[in-house]
């Protein structure tokens, strides 16, 4: 399992194209039930999430944007000794679709590796990576957090292998033959 999260950024660069032609397999042609293709995925992605220590890594907190809720930030504002407001103020932002967020790449939580506030991290951080529910249907995100999350990653090369799409479709191959 690769767990360097620069590794994994690039080569889940590399593997764009092929993991959309993954996602064309899963969602066309893959025979398995969406419930033994869920069971599979969550065994892999546990099998991954048993091999790492998230704590060592933080590619999450650096990469991603971290919503929040007016629970995550009464409770954030609290541990950090602000008011709501002031913690408003200092450290959310509205989303274009309105929704709020911290304010800051990396999360100014974030010292290393690790949470500052991790007893009360926002309710977003503790279901990272999101490895079980319907493949099917989450695809797009999973792929999203493939180029982030080692345990991610190393699910889907796995999903891959096990249901035999390199086989099928070998790197370069599909590029090759212009799809």
Not at 8 to 26: H, I, K, M, P, Y
Not at 42 to 48: S, T, V
Not at 77 to 84: D, E, I, K, N
């Amino acid at each position: 399992m690769i767990k360097n999260p620069e590794l994994v950024a690039r080569l889940a660069e590399e593997a764009d194209a092929e993991n959309w032609q993954f996602r064309s397999f899963l969602m066309c042609y893959c025979r398995l039930s969406s419930a033994r293709l869920n069971t599979l995925a969550a065994q892999l992605g546990n099998d991954a999430a048993a091999q790492m220590e998230c704590l060592d890594c933080g590619a999450c907190c650096r990469e991603t944007i971290i919503p929040l809720d007016d629970e995550d930030i009464a409770a954030l504002a609290q541990a950090t000794g602000l008011s709501t407001a002031e913690f408003r103020e200092r450290y959310v932002r509205t989303t274009e679709g309105h929704e709020q967020a911290i304010d800051g790449h990396p999360c100014p939580f974030q010292e290393g590796t690790r949470c500052a506030v991790y007893e009360v991290r926002p309710k977003v951080c503790r279901g990272y990576p999101y490895i079980g529910g319907d493949i099917r249907s989450r695809t797009i995100g999973i792929l999203e957090r493939a180029q982030t999350c080692p345990i991610v990653f190393e699910m889907v090369e796995q999903l891959k292998k096990r249901l035999g799409f390199r086989q099928l479709h070998p790197r370069g191959r599909a590029d090759a033959a212009g799809g």
